[in-house]
């Protein structure tokens, strides 16, 4: 999924989706994205920066082609190495992902620390933030659709399920009983880990869940303090702000 938002200032006016795809070319992807953006009522020419993190190196390229193209700018790419504010405590800095870093800067900035990041996308990450405002590190599943989809291409008798939680933990079918360990599932482990994490940054951190699923499970807990989708999208902007070339500054 490729999440974008168009920022005025640091006031957010508007998000787009569209799904990801390394195998499509930039003009494919500029043709997209501009005519969103005419729906949403902005103009490509209204566009005077371009900020990105990815985790699919071949995307990174391809908006890069898109960002001079199709809007005349230099696309700015979170990278290891920019400054953030946080002091990255992880034995290998450089191994921690740039969306990583986005949702904790963003978390910091709008929740305080200690805090806990809990972001469902094609993997589920856990970030921990200390109460000195360290990324102190976290932890990584595999996400809820890359388990439901392993499920049904690796075994014959079942199927793609709609991600739901059944009426009862103990499904009397085949669709219930995946849907029981895909959403009571993962919620339960969401539920441990954040548990866990707390005993060592201390009760008091706050938990904030983000990435598309985030909603589905935070219906079947009460761990979290707050629901953002919007997290990443706000953390782009607010290290561009930071990293941003001296002549585009104020």
Known sequence: MVTIGVFDGTKLVTTMRTAS?????????????????????IEPSQITAICTCSVVPPLTATFQVVSNNFFDTEQFTITSGIKTGLPILYDSPRDVGSDRIVDAVAGVELYGAPLIIVDFGTATVFDAISNKREYVGGAIVPGVNISAEALFLNTSQLRRVELVAPDNPIGKN???ALQSGLVFGYTDLVTGLVSRFKNELGENAKVIGTGGL???I???TNIFDDINLDLTLLGLNMLYAINRPDDKKD
Request: charged share 25%.
């Open 218 to 220: 935070a219906k079947h």
């Open 21 to 41: 795809d390394s195998n499509k070319l930039p003009d494919e992807y500029g043709l997209l994205l501009t005519n969103l953006l005419r729906l949403k009522g």
């Open 214 to 216: 985030a909603p589905i």
């Open 174 to 176: 085949t669709t219930a």
